[in-house]
């Protein structure tokens, strides 16, 4: 159960860096395709 309890508070940092990470970086291979074309 302890495993279980701290499993949130590892997922929430992880989420909340990977999330933006990921966001960030669709959106930097979007302006680069646009400013190829």
């Not at 309890?5 to 959106?27: D, W």
């Amino acid at each position: 159960m302890t495993t279980l309890n701290n499993l949130p508070s590892f997922l929430v940092p992880l989420v909340g860096l990977v999330f933006p990470a990921f966001s960030i970086a669709s959106l930097f291979l979007h302006v680069q395709k646009n400013r190829i074309f």
